[in-house]
Every structure is written in structure tokens, then in C-alpha cells.
């Protein structure tokens, strides 16, 4: 079979992975479809992986934090955080 026959509009063609013939331009469609597609969800999966590093980066940092303001001790500036009337006010005081 030639290239040329393959081309014609007319001719239907078989491949393994379809069930039904399809013809050439049809074909060519659905590759089209497919390639398109293949991409896009390339590039959200990749949109994902670094969404999924930068929270990483993020709950690190978040746990940074926590770690420093509880190996730092309660202070004073905690009184001004959240007003003079707050429940540990006596336990900061006497530090």
C-alpha cells in the first residue's frame, strides 16, 4: 500500500487501538485532539508539582514560626496582642 493510497479521503483506515476504521482526516483529528490534550494535562500536572512545592515551602515556614514563638517564651507583647484582660495575664506577668 502506498502513501498515496493511505491519504485519499476515501480509503478507511484500521490501527489496533480502534475498534471501528476510521477515515484519514478523522484520524488526523483525533492524533490532534489527543496531542492537544496530552499537553495540556502535562502542564497542569506540572502546575500542581510546584503548587504542591511552594505549600511545602509555606507549612515549613509556618512550622518555623510556631517553633521560635514557643521556644521564645510568652512576653509582653502578647499582653498588647490581645489586650490587657487576657486569661494567661497573671502567668505573664509574673515571668
Known sequence: MELQDIMTPDKILVYPGFKIGLRFHQF????????ILTVLLT???LLLEALLRIMFLVQILVLYIIIVMLLSGPTYE???DFGMNHPMQDLILMK
Open 43 to 45: 502542564e497542569l500536572k
Open 78 to 80: 502578647i499582653l498588647i
Open 28 to 35: 488526523l483529528l483525533y492524533k490532534v485532539a489527543y496531542g
